[in-house]
């Protein structure tokens, strides 16, 4: 474990997803026990407890919410579509300023049925990204573009490294605009390194495009519909200190989240879970 672990322990945030098993509460009060200051939450579980309610008991908690998952979705043809989207990414972006964080995590959304053509589906997500841009900085929330792994470029995330992610983020102020650094979906790409140094390079007074950094393994084979195959720290091959000490060195300094869809994790106790999720960290990340 590395000198700065302490203040690295700080930086640990808990995404809801890592324990759906547990309620909103049961995870303000479970992340509160065991020293974790930041939770990252998702808007169907939010709005079903209600959003007003959900800040208020995570502030009361005494932690913070890290970022809100998702928006996007913004690579319709059909125009109604399109605009059902755009008033939904409003949506979100609402309920992140309510929520009190700085970050809206958008997947920016699938091929349309029939079509092939991906520099057309990205263009969308340009537009759509200029078009939200302003409301959400109006609002102090900038929206973090997620690149996913390429396995996911037809059904849910044309945006595939972090290259092209910032490819879009760059057209827009660091302001409004940044991306994601999630180790489960880069850690394949041999240019990830100069990616993060790019993002460290331009944007915002910290030095960073970089607007959440995520973790999870990747452990094979992959279970049908790949979805839920993230590994628990320490678990796969993804060198995760390497993705910490370079995002550090980019000049982030932000929270690091830890997200994993796993359904053995599910079933198994939540607070046995966090403790492991904790010493992992210590051990694998810091």
Known sequence: MSDDAPSLLDRLSLNQQTLRQWSLPELADGCARAGVRGVGLWRAPVQEYGV???ARLVRDAGLRVTSL?????????????????????????????????????????????????????RERVADALGELGPYAAERGVRLAVEPLHPMYAADRCVVSTLAQALDLAER?????????????????DDTVGAQI?????????????????????????LPAGVLLGRGQLGDGVVDLRWFRQRV??????????????????????GTEVLAEIVDRFLTHVG
């Not at 140094?197 to 084979?221: C, E, M, N, Y």
């Not at 982030?252 to 830890?258: L, M, N, Q, T, W």
């Open 172 to 188: 827009f102020p660091a302001e409004q605009v940044g991306v994601v650094v999630d180790t489960y979906h880069l850690w394949w």
């Open 52 to 54: 007003a309610a959900a």
């Open 248 to 269: 550090d060195a980019a000049g982030y300094r932000g929270p690091v989240e830890v997200e994993i869809f796993q359904p053995a994790l599910w079933a198994r106790d």
């Open 69 to 121: 998952c998702r928006g996007g979705f913004f690579t319709a043809l059909d125009p109604v579509e399109r605009a059902a989207a755009l008033d939904d990414n409003r949506a979100a972006v609402d309920e992140a300023a309510a929520l009190g964080t700085d970050t809206l995590v958008l997947v920016s959304g699938g091929l349309p049925a029939g079509s092939r053509d991906l520099p057309g589906a």
């Open 197 to 221: 140094g790019r993002a460290g390079g331009t944007g915002t007074d910290d030095g960073s495009r970089i607007a959440a950094f995520q973790l999870a393994d990747w452990v094979t084979p």
